[in-house]
């Protein structure tokens, strides 16, 4: 787990933040969120696939202008 030292005269939101931004850094969040509760590996395989439709969606659209 990520940790920072409370600079002198910083104040807690500045420091919340810059904590805040390391967690996030190291997709501690992300991998909380993916271990809350199981995916079938059919599921998983369903949103990857859909995932990767949506961005080779987004790309074709992005060609096109």
Do not use: T, W
């Not at 991998?31 to 696939?49: L, N, T």
């Amino acid at each position: 787990m990520p940790g920072i030292r409370v600079k002198e005269n910083e104040s807690f939101e500045s420091a919340l933040k810059r904590f805040k931004k390391k967690c996030e850094k190291a997709g501690i969040l992300a991998d909380v969120r993916k271990h809350q509760h199981f995916e079938k590996p059919s599921e998983r395989r369903k949103r990857k696939e859909n995932n990767s439709r949506r961005k080779m969606q987004a790309a074709m659209r992005s060609q096109d202008y």
